[in-house]
C-alpha cells in the first residue's frame, strides 16, 4: 500500500476555507485516495474518497493533482466542530472488502479558531 | 455512528482479568474489525470477520479472542495475555465492495 504524509497540524480561522494536504507520492494506479476525521474520544468518521477526479459531497471538496502523487482536502467554510485530527489514506481498489487494510497514521490536526 | 453500539463506554478493570468489549451493528454490513488506538497514534487492526463464523488476525492480535456467531455482533475479549491492554478500543463495519468503514464511538479500557 502507498504510504501517506501529512502535515502533523494546521490552523484555520473559523468561516474560512481550511485546505489540507496529504503527499502520496508513491500511489499506484488503482488505488484510491480516503479521507477520516477524528474529533477527540470519538470513532473516525468517513468524509470522501476519489481515484483522479475532483470529488464534492455535502462535507468536503477532494483536488486530486494529475499525477495523483498529492491531494487536498477543501473544507470550504471551517467551523468549531470541524477541530478534529484529519487522516489521508491511499487503499487498494479490489472488491471483496480489502478496505479492511485501512491503516491510519498520525493524521493532522486541525484546530478552527474563533 | 448510530448503527454501531459500543459498549461501554469506559471500562476499568484489574491486571489479570480478562475482559469482554461489546460491538452490536444494525447496519446489516457483513465485515466487522476491532482496532486499537494509542495516545497520539494511528489504528492498528487486531482482528476482522468477513462472514459469520469467519475470522482473521489483524497486525496485533496477541492477547486478544473474538467470535462472530452472529452477523450482527462481534465481540472482543482482551485476555490477561495481552501485556499492555490499556487503551481505546474501535469496532468498524465495511460492505464487502469499496464502501468506507463505519465506526463507532470506541470503549476506553483502563487496566490498572
Known amino acids: 500500500d502507498a504510504k501517506t504524509t501529512q502535515p502533523p497540524s494546521m490552523d484555520c480561522a473559523e468561516g474560512r476555507a481550511a485546505n489540507l494536504p496529504c503527499n502520496h507520492s508513491?500511489?499506484?494506479?488503482?488505488?484510491?485516495v480516503y479521507w477520516y476525521r477524528q474529533i477527540h474520544s470519538q470513532g473516525p468518521q468517513y468524509i470522501i474518497h476519489?481515484?483522479?477526479n475532483n470529488e464534492t459531497n455535502e462535507m468536503a471538496s477532494l483536488i486530486i493533482t494529475e499525477d495523483r502523487k498529492s491531494s487536498t482536502l477543501i473544507l470550504p467554510h471551517a467551523t468549531l466542530r470541524d477541530t478534529a485530527v484529519y487522516y489521508c489514506?491511499?487503499?487498494?481498489?479490489?472488491?471483496?472488502?480489502?478496505?479492511?487494510?485501512?491503516?491510519f497514521g498520525k493524521g493532522t490536526l486541525l484546530t478552527v479558531n474563533p | 455512528d448510530g448503527g454501531i453500539t459500543q459498549s461501554p463506554k469506559y471500562l476499568f478493570r484489574k491486571e489479570g482479568q480478562n475482559v469482554t468489549l461489546s460491538c452490536e451493528q444494525n447496519?446489516?454490513?457483513?465485515?466487522m474489525y476491532w482496532y486499537r488506538q494509542d495516545p497520539g497514534q494511528g489504528l492498528r487492526l487486531i482482528y476482522y470477520?468477513?462472514?459469520?463464523?469467519?475470522?482473521q488476525k489483524g497486525d496485533i492480535a496477541e492477547g486478544y479472542s473474538v467470535s462472530r456467531e452472529k452477523k450482527e455482533s462481534f465481540p472482543l475479549t482482551v485476555t490477561s495475555a495481552q501485556k499492555n491492554p490499556t487503551a481505546f478500543y474501535l469496532c468498524?463495519?465495511?460492505?464487502?465492495?469499496?464502501?468506507?468503514?463505519?465506526f463507532g464511538n470506541g470503549t476506553r479500557l483502563t487496566v490498572t
Open positions: 468498524a463495519t465495511g460492505d464487502r465492495d469499496l464502501s468506507p468503514l463505519h
Open positions: 489514506i491511499v487503499l487498494p481498489g479490489v472488491s471483496g472488502g480489502s478496505n479492511y487494510k485501512l491503516t
Open positions: 447496519l446489516n454490513h457483513d465485515a
Open positions: 470477520s468477513q462472514i459469520v463464523n469467519d475470522f
Open positions: 476519489g481515484l483522479k
Open positions: 508513491t500511489i499506484s494506479g488503482n488505488e484510491y
